[in-house]
């Protein structure tokens, strides 16, 4: 593939990420300083344009072209030549021998025609021949007018079909892949924020008990204890510090990007909130037309057309022949005798021992994939199932956590209006200032998981990419042209 070519493709991949982010309408413009942050549709953008790993997973469509060349058998047009010198040793007679020949198979229907023209010129003798034969060969049992050739071609296109399909599962993991990176980065962005706000207020809380130490309000050990509280606020910081520096660096790596465009992560809005009914929805169709289900139906296809390929070798080999035959002196056919001619020809192996163990053996992996067709559809229906229970549990769990961080926040407010009014402990004001923190990154943590669980939902769904916006049949018809020309 040329490199223009490959450009073309990610290209043209673009259109189906910048679906895919308004499906999950996970990006919107924030506040932030311009020209830093990186919204998600955005770091999609330029994955799919930088990082050739794209390229890679769409590149193993291109070979399925000619997999169903390669199945068939030869149609090509064969030319043979022939030619030999003789020299009898007992009479010294001596002469050329030659010949040549032309052989067409047609595929479709198994027709086999042949021409030869062949001459024996012996000088040494007043004798030569010359003989010219057209023949037609026609199979009528075992691959009976192309029969076994139509299910290798049907079998071809299935396998070409599951593989294109496999593609898109591939290509909707990594991308999958990509978007909850990119959910991991902001996670570690903002837990590295409510850290760094929850280091600074123990830095002026460390200030304030310092204060009322001088005036004898508080006692040394007070000072202590929030002197601990801060340090360990600061050893907090400083681990997820180095985790969101990581994060940061498989981003860029991810777009490829040099130190100075050192990125930040955009505040995604809010997932929308799926219904009972868009989950039942959804899986309905799934279940459907999905792709995971139509790659287990041309699994069942498969295996069908292969019992029947092992049914078609069980058959003898049985070939009608017909054609005409002209044999004369000289190479010219002097006093030339011509005729047609028919005939029949039969080869059948007995017992075929192995090729009924072949029949028997692709009539039970048929009953063994659907047997595995349905278990997978069943479990796949069960995890959506399941999935969906999530998502919706997690909207719940999102709630409870917002409505305790305002509960958690009043109550660390009067606690530090009481403990500055003498009439509670350091240790109280402590665990709520702990626990008011402790609920700040789990509200966090619920949301992030709550966007990775609608992704998994549209992953295992088959909606989180269409086949048909990244495959090369559905490319503008200029890159079709172009991923088509062989590269000289």
């Not at 990420?17 to 499906?23: K, M």
């Not at 400083?238 to 130190?259: F, G, H, P, Q």
């Not at 995604?268 to 287990?296: H, Q, S, V």
Request: glycine share 4%; aromatic share 8%; charged share 30%.
């Amino acid at each position: 593939m040329t490199p223009m070519n490959a450009g073309r493709i990610m290209k043209t991949a673009l259109f189906m990420v910048v679906q895919t982010a308004v499906i999950l309408l996970c990006s919107a413009l924030s506040g932030q300083t311009a020209g830093k942050t990186l919204p998600l549709e955005t770091f999609i953008r330029l994955a799919a344009e930088r990082n050739t790993a794209f390229e890679e997973i769409l590149i193993d469509e291109l070979p399925l072209q000619y997999t169903g060349t390669l199945a068939l058998p030869a149609d090509d047009l064969i030319l043979s030549v022939k030619g030999q010198y003789m020299l009898m040793l007992e009479d010294g007679k001596s002469g050329p021998e030659y010949g040549f020949g032309l052989d067409k198979l047609f595929p479709a229907t198994a027709t086999r025609l042949s021409a030869s023209y062949s001459a024996d010129q012996n000088f040494g003798s007043a004798n030569s021949e010359s003989t010219f034969r057209f023949a037609i060969v026609q199979p009528i049992a075992e691959n009976a007018f192309g029969k076994a050739n139509h299910l290798i071609e049907k079998l071809s296109g299935i396998e070409n079909d599951v593989a294109r399909h496999q593609i898109a599962e591939a290509y909707e993991d990594y991308l999958a892949s990509l978007i909850t990176l990119y959910y991991d980065w902001y996670a570690s962005r903002e837990n590295l924020a409510t850290a760094t706000a929850a280091y600074k207020d123990a830095k002026k809380q460390l200030d304030n008990i310092r204060e009322r130490a001088k005036n004898s309000i508080a006692l040394p050990i007070d000072v202590n204890k929030i002197k601990v509280q801060t340090v360990s606020r600061k050893e907090q910081m400083v681990s997820l510090n180095n985790d969101y520096e990581a994060k940061t660096n498989l981003v860029m790596e991810a777009i490829r990007a040099s130190e100075n465009e050192r990125p930040e992560p955009e505040t995604p809005k809010k997932p929308r909130r799926y219904k009972p009914d868009d989950f039942n929805r959804e899986l309905d169709a799934f279940l459907l037309a999905g792709r995971t289900t139509r790659i287990l139906d041309l699994l069942e296809d498969k295996a069908g057309t292969e019992v029947a390929q092992a049914a078609d070798r069980l058959l003898p080999s049985v070939n009608l022949t017909a054609g005409y035959e002209v044999t004369g002196e000289n190479r010219f056919f002097s006093d030339p005798e011509q005729g047609f001619f028919a005939g029949i020809t039969l080869e059948w192996p007995l017992p075929q021992r192995q090729e009924t163990a072949r029949h028997e053996i692709s009539r039970i992996n048929r009953r063994r994939v659907s047997l595995s067709g349905t278990n997978t559809q069943r479990a796949l229906e069960t995890s959506l199932k399941n999935l969906s229970r999530s998502i919706e549990n997690q909207y719940r769990l999102i709630e409870l956590a917002e409505e305790k961080i305002s509960i958690s926040g009043a109550i660390v407010r009067d606690e530090k209006k009481n403990y500055s009014l003498g009439k509670t402990d350091l240790n109280d004001l402590i665990d709520e200032v702990n626990r008011l923190e402790g609920n700040r990154f789990n509200l966090i943590s619920r949301e992030i998981e709550l966007r990775k669980l609608i992704v998994e939902w549209k992953r295992l769904s088959d909606t989180l990419v269409r086949t048909r916006d990244i495959m090369p049949e559905h490319f503008p018809a200029t890159i079709r042209e172009d991923i088509g020309k062989e590269e000289h």
